[in-house]
Each structure stands twice: as structure tokens, then as C-alpha cells.
């Protein structure tokens, strides 16, 4: 077991650099086009294997048929696949954990109990999707529900004798705040509401974690930790304090800012370095939410850190300062009496345009996951005049991920495809799209752009997903897949946030079967009439392309285009709209949308995957 366990984490970091081809600058476009199909043929195969490995260590296995050699290795396995913000497969290491904590509950292993509590917990934390924005922590019931567990073992500390296993009951005790519902979800809603239940987690784990006799039973424990980490986590309320102002929570970000403060300088002075930008952002917004420092101090502060950020730093304070800081400074701004705000306005215009230029300046592989994470606050500085920008956030945002950007643009042409030949033997279907109010004429044009637009970003939710996305080495979990059904949501939110409502509608409807009967999501209102066609041709060419592509797909994982287009018509009328289908009845048209769809995806992957030049 223990040699297939490595075959497992050997086949991962195979998988890694396989997802990224290695092509050269000069190639031809055959030349790509082989090396990216070699790739998946192979990713193909590690998949297979790794399901069958799988299957074999873990799926087939119940906490009463483990044996205790069994749970060692698998116990390794998970050690090697989760280390927090760098691990290699969380979801598997999950998975593990799970069957590691009833294959303790089954032995009546107390120890193992409490630490299989834990990592249930903290595994299923990073796996986690959350957006206050859209109000989604998907995970975080269960979340609460692992470390309370844990933190229950509080009322045993005593007649438990292992300190290690201590340790876990008082790491369970201060991540109960992770079950908190608004916490990660939309603090700035109920910001009072959320602080109460947080105090309540915090106060009690503080009076064990300074307790002098916890520490005494336990020395080794790394109690002066605990007590960092917690005032850490409690700075988290300066996003609240920014838009609803309560002085008992900014009496607490003080105290624990403060802490966090002291406690760095003490390491920057041994180190001989500065504080941290963003410990010195937190002390100083704290200050002023207390009423200890003026607006025009932390603005000035602000602004120096974000005017000497280096456009061509990617270190994480760098990208924290000029990711963020702009976007503060929006905020805190509002704050300054009017003459003070109208001076500083050359500056923050400056600092916006600097953030948007770095933006487009980060490597776009290795930090697509912070340009997302920031996408709404970003977006949300860019005036109604900057359309263009808005254009290129959205496709440096596709381009993170190069096979979302291939379906993308291919289901845009397609979708164009499909459009103008409706327009040319069912004009009458079009009707009402976008606003039109009688079938397309010389509005033609305009509409076969927006058919175009709203294939190019129907996918865009999944770029805020890309550890699922990225995914090719094994099947999905059911709790990545229910991550992965969330992207219709997040492209929606993305969308209205820049303005294009009737795009978001489509990116928010493509997956749910025509006639609401399964896809996602399911319980929501009836689609907007003004755009229910886009959606319908969206919908099948978003199948089209995904089921056939044999270029980023093994062969034996693609279907042919007949077979496609029978799928198609078996499902006209529940998955499929039956117009759209209808389309497909003309034998002239299916030939010509087949190596249309060949042309388009061969162009997409050519553009996708060439390498430029740095000249």
C-alpha cells in the first residue's frame, strides 16, 4: 500500500507539469497543437491510474476493514498531500481524514479521535470556497461542526495524557470562530452580530491559552503562538470597521492590532528588517477606528506604502500593498473633509492606475488565485468611462487559466455561429434578445457581438475556482464538485460588478436544463426572458465544445460530433432547447458546424498556447 500511496503523490507532481506544456517560442502550429494533445493523452492516463490507485488505498476501504499498517501509510499519505496554503491535493487528504477519525471512533482511539477532529477540520477549511459578496461559505457548517467537536474534549484536558493530542483540543478551541457563519461569508452585513459570536470563541480560548495553569501542566505547548494567532485573526474586523463604525469592536481590533505590532517589531529589530506592510497597515486603521490617529495620517501612510510598492515585486507584501492598499485608500479617502479629498485625487487616481498596471504585470499562472480574489474590489473602483479596462480585467482573468480561455473563445465563435443561423431560418426566435424589439435586421452585427461576448465570459465564475478547475489527475470529490458549481454564481457577480447584466445572466444560467429539471442552479427564479435564447445557445455549445474537444482531452475521452449531436437531440426539449437543436436537423449545417468547431478550436488553442517573445 505504501508504495502505491508514492505512486500517488509522484503521479501529482507529474500531473503539475503537465498541465502546463512545454513549448518554445518559434513553433508551428502543428507543433503546438501535438505537444498540448501529448500532454492530455498523458494527463489522461495518470488520471486513470490515479482513480485505480484510489479505488484501491481509499475508496474501497471502511473504517471496520482498516488495518492499523493500512491507516499509518494512508495517514502519511495525507501528510504529504495537505500543507495548508501549499498542499498538493487537500481534497484527497480530506477524504483521508474523514475515514482516519470513524476508523478511531471505531477502535475507541480518544487520541487519534481528537486529532483526525482537527485535520477534518482544517482540511475541509481549505477546501472551502467563500465571497462575502455573494454571501457563500460553503463549507463552514461543517467546519464548526469538526472543531467543536474537537474543542469538547476541553471537559477530558485532564484524563488525556498525550500533550500533542492537547494541542489539537486547544487548536480546535480557537478555530471555532471558522464556524461562524458571517465571519468569511459577509461580515460587513451584520458586522455587530458576527462580533459577538467570535468574542464569545475568543474569550474563552484566551483564558485557556494564558492560563498559567494549562501552561504548566503543558510547557512544550506553544501557548505565546496561540495567543499571536488569535489577535491576528481578530484584525480580520477592520473590514468591517470600514463601512459600519462600532466603538466596542474597534476598542478590540486596537488591543489585538496592537499586540500583533509589538510583537512584530521585536522580530524586525533581531532580524534587522522593517515591519510588514500589512502589520502596519492593521495598527495604524486600528489607531484610527479608536480615535488614536488622524484620517489624513493613515491616508498619508497608505500612500506611501502603496507609492513605494515596485511594480516588479511579487513578493506577498508587495503584492498586498498594491492588490489591496488602492482599494482602501478608495474607502478611507471618503473619510478626508472635502478640500483635503479633492487634493489628494491626483494620488489616487495614481495609486488605482498602478494597481490596475500591476494587475496586468503579475506572471498570470502563478498568481491568478490573488488577481481573483481582488477582482471585485477592483472592479468596483473603475468608473462607468472605463469600459475598455473592463475588458481587459475580464480577460486577464480568463487568460489565468489557458483551457478555460480555449473553451471560452471557442464556445464565443460558436455561439456566434449558432446565432447568425438562427437569425437566417428562425429570425422569429430571436426576437426580444438584448432588448430587440423585432427579429434582427441591421442590428444584426450588434447582436452577433453580443453572442460572442457572452460565450467569451460564460465560464469566467471558474477562473475564482481554480484550484478545482485545475484538477486533472483524479475525478472530483462531491465536495469539489459542489465548489465547481458555484462558477456560474461568481461569473454573475463579476459581471454585474462591471456592469454587463445580461451577460451575467447567461454565465448564471448555462448550467440549469432547459426545463429546470437538473443542472445548476436549480431553485432560482425563472430566466430573464431577454436573454433565455443566449442562454439556450449557450447551453448547447457549451456541450458541443466540452464533450468533443480531442485536442485538450485524450481521444478516449472525447465523443465524436455525430454523437454529440444525438445527445443533443435525446435531451431537446428537458436538457436542451428544442429550437436550438432544430438547428442541428439540417445535414449541411451539421457538416459545417463540425469543422467549424475544428477550425475554431484549433485557432483557440494556437492563440492560447504560443509563446510570445520578451523582445
Same mark, same amino acid.
Given at each position: ?25 518559434? $513553433? ?45 501509510? @494512508? ?67 461543517? $467546519? ?17 495524557? *498525550? ?34 459570536e467570535y468574542m464569545d470563541c475568543f474569550r474563552r480560548t484566551m483564558e485557556i491559552v494564558q492560563s498559567p495553569r494549562y501552561r504548566e501542566m503543558d510547557p512544550a505547548i506553544p501557548w505565546d503562538s496561540f495567543v499571536y494567532t488569535m489577535h491576528y485573526d481578530r484584525t480580520q474586523f477592520l473590514s ?14 486596537? *488591543? ?56 516588479? /515585486? ?58 481573483? +480574489?481582488? $477582482? ?34 471557442v464556445v464565443a465563435r460558436l455561439a456566434q455561429h449558432l446565432c447568425r443561423r438562427m437569425a437566417r431560418v428562425a429570425p422569429e426566435n430571436l426576437e426580444g434578445l438584448f432588448g430587440l424589439e423585432d427579429a434582427p435586421g441591421e442590428d444584426l452585427e450588434e447582436l452577433l457581438d453580443l453572442a460572442y ?6 465560464? @469566467? ?13 483524479? +475525478? ?25 447584466? *445580461? ?32 442562454? /439556450?445557445?449557450?447551453?448547447?455549445? /457549451? ?9 485538450? +482531452? ?10 454529440l449531436v444525438g445527445e443533443l437531440r435525446q435531451w431537446s426539449g428537458t436538457r436542451y432547447a428544442p429550437a436550438v437543436v432544430a438547428l442541428f436537423d439540417d445535414p449541411d449545417f451539421c457538416k459545417e458546424t463540425e469543422q467549424f468547431l475544428l477550425d475554431s478550436r484549433r485557432k483557440s488553442y494556437v ?9
Open positions: 500500500m505504501k508504495e502505491l500511496c508514492q505512486r500517488y503523490v509522484d503521479n501529482l507532481t507529474a500531473a503539475c507539469a503537465l498541465v502546463k506544456p512545454q513549448l518554445e517560442e518559434g $513553433m508551428t502550429d502543428g507543433q503546438i497543437l501535438r505537444a498540448v494533445h501529448r500532454c492530455a493523452e498523458e494527463l489522461f492516463r495518470l488520471h486513470q491510474e490515479n482513480d485505480g490507485i484510489l479505488r484501491e488505498v481509499l475508496f474501497s476501504k471502511t473504517p471496520e476493514s482498516l488495518t492499523e499498517e493500512e491507516a499509518r501509510d @494512508l495517514s502519511e499519505l495525507a501528510a504529504a498531500l495537505f500543507d495548508y496554503d501549499r498542499s498538493p491535493d487537500v481534497g484527497i487528504a480530506y477524504y483521508i481524514h474523514r475515514l482516519l477519525y470513524e476508523y478511531a471512533r471505531y477502535k475507541g482511539d480518544v487520541d487519534l479521535t481528537i486529532r483526525e477532529l482537527y485535520y477534518q477540520g482544517i482540511t475541509i477549511m481549505y477546501l472551502n470556497v467563500k465571497d462575502g459578496g455573494q454571501g457563500v461559505n460553503l463549507f463552514v457548517d461543517q $467546519m464548526g461542526a469538526y472543531f467543536r467537536e474537537g474543542a469538547s474534549y476541553l471537559d477530558r484536558y485532564e484524563e488525556i495524557t *498525550d500533550p500533542q493530542t492537547r494541542g489539537f483540543i486547544i487548536r480546535c478551541l480557537g478555530n471555532m470562530k471558522y464556524g461562524i457563519r458571517d465571519l468569511s461569508g459577509n461580515m460587513d452585513v451584520n458586522i455587530n452580530g458576527c462580533w459577538k468591517g470597521l470600514r463601512s459600519q463604525y462600532d466603538a466596542e469592536i474597534a476598542a478590540g481590533v486596537m *488591543d489585538s492590532a496592537e499586540y500583533v505590532y509589538n510583537h512584530q517589531e521585536q522580530i524586525a529589530k533581531v532580524k534587522g528588517r522593517a515591519i510588514g506592510v500589512r502589520t502596519q497597515y492593521a495598527y495604524d486603521a486600528a489607531r484610527f477606528h479608536s480615535g488614536r490617529l488622524g484620517i489624513e495620517d493613515l491616508v498619508e501612510t497608505l500612500f506611501t506604502m502603496c507609492e513605494a510598492a515596485d511594480l516588479h /515585486d511579487f513578493s506577498n507584501d508587495n503584492i498586498w500593498a498594491l492588490l489591496y492598499v488602492p482599494s482602501y485608500l478608495l474607502e478611507y479617502c471618503g473619510h478626508l473633509p472635502e478640500d483635503a479629498r479633492r487634493e489628494v485625487q491626483p494620488r489616487l487616481q495614481q495609486a488605482l492606475d498602478k494597481q490596475r498596471e500591476f494587475i496586468f504585470l503579475l506572471p498570470r499562472n502563478e498568481y491568478a488565485i490573488q488577481v481573483s +480574489r481582488t $477582482m471585485r474590489a477592483i472592479t468596483a473602483t473603475i468608473s462607468d468611462a472605463d469600459g475598455g479596462l473592463y475588458s481587459r480585467l475580464l480577460d486577464y482573468v480568463l487568460a489565468c487559466h489557458a483551457p478555460t480561455v480555449v473553451h471560452s473563445h461576448r457572452s460565450g467569451l465570459y460564460h465560464d @469566467l465564475g471558474k477562473c475564482m475556482l481554480l484550484s478545482y478547475v485545475g484538477l486533472y489527475s483524479r +475525478r472530483l470529490l462531491d465536495e469539489e464538485f459542489a465548489c465547481i458549481k458555484l462558477h456560474p454564481l461568481f461569473g454573475y457577480g463579476l459581471l454585474m460588478s462591471v456592469g454587463m447584466g *445580461d451577460m451575467a445572466s447567461v454565465a448564471y444560467y448555462h448550467h440549469r436544463a432547459y426545463d429546470r429539471s437538473g443542472g445548476y442552479p436549480r431553485h432560482e427564479a425563472e430566466c430573464p426572458p431577454s436573454v433565455r435564447v443566449m442562454v /439556450d445557445i449557450i447551453t448547447v455549445v /457549451d456541450s458541443l465544445d466540452a464533450g468533443t474537444d480531442n485536442i485538450g +482531452r485524450s481521444y478516449a475521452a472525447a465523443k465524436t460530433f455525430t454523437d492563440e492560447a498556447y504560443t509563446v510570445k517573445s520578451s523582445h
